[in-house]
């Protein structure tokens, strides 16, 4: 029997460690349970939010409505010639599935190692890191539509990836919830080392041909290197998107800056890095309260103790403000910004 609970407190579902509370919280670890839940008229007209590890969101202020922490669990796994085909709970952990996936050499994944969260929450924002994204892997997802208390599968196509986006960040928002999601894996190896720091790590591990485990490893060791880790630094990775500009920005811009830190992101345009932006405005490793950026990257913003989702929050707005003076770009927030 689905339980609510009222007046939950969500500092341990949240990676940012914010002290809010939720008015009502229900955890679903089985799909009928959501079915169940709809049932229920007055959960369609509360404001609701759905959670899995909490790991790209801030939480403002108190939540006055019902949270719904996605606990589905199972790991399913299918073979056929070279191809894998993972089936997976919406409320499985990221990185036990790529383990899961790694240990048994089904490639694809690994350099997504790492990366904080929920299975459910991976394709909201197409998580991405050291050249590959959730839609090189994904194959489709089951959700439940809240209007109707249905259940529909997503094709990659109907998802519409993005950078850091998906139809359910957008035109979907708040309509769906993902209780799992499949995955096209291969026995074959692609290994990816698009990102040189992946290139130089193997090189001073002397690994010339590298195997699925060795790129997983790697990637996590990188990661641990630059990012603080959550159970002892409240954060939500990169807080920022890196802004994507035209070819006329960019020239103005470099200009200016001639070792703007940019990759191309297709005909035309230049993604910046966000965290470059930031550092040249002097915000890198900054304390401002209980808050502050990350000393290795100042993309991170982190929460040193006690800090508020107001505090964070208006960090944010004066990094974009700062942002804007110097380079005349706007800086997008990727965390999702709760209240
Ligand atoms: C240290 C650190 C490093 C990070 N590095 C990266 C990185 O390299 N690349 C990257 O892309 N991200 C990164 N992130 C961000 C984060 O890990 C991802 O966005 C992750 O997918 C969030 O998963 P979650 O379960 O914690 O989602 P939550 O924070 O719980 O939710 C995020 C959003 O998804 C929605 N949502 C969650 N689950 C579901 C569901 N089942 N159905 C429908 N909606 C849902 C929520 O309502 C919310 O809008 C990092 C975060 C941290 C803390």
Known sequence: ???????????KF????????????????????????????????????VMGGGSNMLLVKDFEGLIIRMNIRGIEHRISQNDVYVEVGG??????????????????MENLSLIPGSVGASPIQNIGAYGV??????????AFEIATGTFRTFTKEDCKFGYRESVFKIELAGQYIIVSVKFH??????INLKYGAIEQELANRGITE????????????IRVSKLPDPSTIGNAGSFFKNPVIG?????????????????????????????WLIEQCGWKGKVVGNTGTWKNQALVLVNHGGATGEEVYSLSSQIIDTVYTKFGVTLQREVNIIG
């Open 1 to 11: 029997m689905l339980q609510i609970q009222e007046n939950v407190s969500l500092k």
């Open 14 to 49: 949240n990676t940012f460690g914010i002290d809010a509370n939720a008015r009502y919280f229900a955890e679903i670890s089985h799909e009928d349970e959501l079915v169940e839940l709809f049932a229920d008229p007055q959960w369609l007209t509360t404001n609701r939010l």
């Open 91 to 108: 409320g499985e952990v990221w990185n036990d599935l790529v383990n899961f996936c790694v240990d048994r050499n089904y490639a694809g």
């Open 133 to 142: 994204e959730l839609k090189d892997v994904f194959a489709s997802c089951r």
């Open 185 to 190: 894996l291969s026995l074959k190896a692609n």
């Open 210 to 221: 590298p195997t699925i485990e060795d790129v997983s490893k790697v990637v996590s060791h």
């Open 247 to 275: 070819d006329e920005q960019f020239r103005i811009i470099q200009q200016q800056f001639p070792d703007v830190v940019n990759y191309p992101a297709g005909e035309g345009l230049h993604k910046l890095a966000a965290g």
